[in-house]
């Protein structure tokens, strides 16, 4: 039974992981400079502008970052190694630098990249200059996360793959 609960938690990471991470990388390919909104972008909520934006919001990608972060402490833990990577012990450093840098990103998703999207969509009311203020934090909290998913991917796979290089 732990085998299969091991097995199942590993897919589950894994997809919602692509959901999550491939979200931002799709981001900067779709739109790979920042371009300021004016008011009038946000003004008309018939505005192709506006409508743009809201068709990019994903709200699947916020849930996903949340699976994606509990099925890795689920294997962690199920593993019997969560506390030793947490606390970077031993060979357990470099999946626990992973652990690290995936809870910033999940915190940097949902404490300021969300809530800033929250107000550039109008889901939460704010003074139309503040909302094209948020849109640029909310494009630079994303990048934040794309740049970020690099050195996490590297160590998740320095954990199976690479730990002669941290021996």
């Known amino acids: 039974m732990g085998n299969l609960l091991g097995v199942m938690l590993l897919w589950v990471h894994l997809f919602a992981a692509i959901i999550w991470i491939g979200h931002n990388y799709a981001s900067v390919v779709q739109r790979p400079g920042f371009r300021p909104l004016r008011p009038e972008d946000l003004e008309d909520e018939r505005s192709p502008t506006y409508m743009a934006l809201l068709g990019r919001e994903h709200g699947t990608f916020r849930y996903a970052a949340i699976v994606t972060w509990l099925a890795g402490v689920g294997m962690l833990w199920q593993r019997g190694m969560l506390f030793d990577a947490v606390m970077l012990k031993g060979f357990l450093a470099v999946i626990g630098t992973g652990f690290w840098i995936g809870t910033l990103m999940l915190l940097n998703l949902w404490l300021v990249l ?50 002669a290089l941290f021996t």
């Open 114 to 163: 969300w809530p800033h999207q929250r107000k550039v969509l109008g889901f939460v009311s704010a003074p139309l200059e503040e909302r094209v203020r948020s849109a640029r934090i909310t494009f630079l909290s994303a990048r934040v996360n794309t740049m970020l998913s690099i050195p996490l991917l590297f160590f998740m796979a320095a954990s199976q793959h690479g730990l």
